[in-house]
């Protein structure tokens, strides 16, 4: 966590002069692909690549790679595991890596949100063996929509609707529902909020205690392409597995074309 936040504060150094130009803010370049743990309907262009990673408890650490391969398409790759950041053995999650795909088949208009498909296999937190299960389930195949409003500055609304491909040996395998929304503070800064109902995580064997997962987030655009944030998870305390304070987590991302 250190070596992250120092490597932040480089970032800051060298970047401060540059425009801020990344997912956050009034003057954001980039649409949002996720609020924190739900996807949006926004994608990157065509001929842009994104590169991220969370820094979430346990030491977990998350990289991502996405691209826009097409107009309104975009693939990409994931990989991390938990312990990476700490002392003793990383555990690497399973292979093969997270692969996640979206398209968005209807933009935004007036009167009309924007509308998405895709699927995403990643999940996040610990990887429990036995279940075979991440803490925080993939979001697999999805449906998103996105409407954005002018409301002091920018306000966001977004809808989920999903379902987990490949965590079901707890038997709780689900259509899923998640609403979020994204709020612009200023030029640089936005503040995120989601609500995930996890009706795929409310069952005598699964992780959740039917409260749901509510997380919220803060973004700022720190140069040409960068954001960072800090987010709190599950402030309901829901999980039955580890009833503490809601979790904590870093993020950044970097967007760029090729």
Known sequence: MKNFILILMITFIYLQSAVAQGTA?????????TLIDMPTAGVLEKGYVSLSSELL????VIARVEAGILKNVNIGLSYGGS???GSGLPDWYPFPPGVNLKIRFMDETILTPAIAVGFDTQGKGEYFQD?????????GLFAAVTKNFSFLGYLSINGLVNYTLLED?????????????????????????????AFNDNSSYSFGAGKGYLNLGIRWSIGNGVTVGFDLRDLLQNRE???????RGLMIDFIQRI
């Open 169 to 197: 040996k707890d038997g709780d395998n689900f259509v899923n529902l998640m609403i979020g929304a994204e709020k612009t503070i200023g030029d640089s800064f936005s503040l995120l909020a989601e609500y995930n109902f």
């Open 83 to 85: 312990n990476i950041i």
């Open 131 to 139: 279940q075979k299960r991440f803490a925080i389930k993939a979001p």
């Open 25 to 33: 803010g009034e003057d954001a370049k980039y649409e949002y692909r």
């Open 57 to 60: 408890p346990y030491g977990t």
């Open 241 to 247: 597995w580890s009833p503490n304070a809601a979790d």
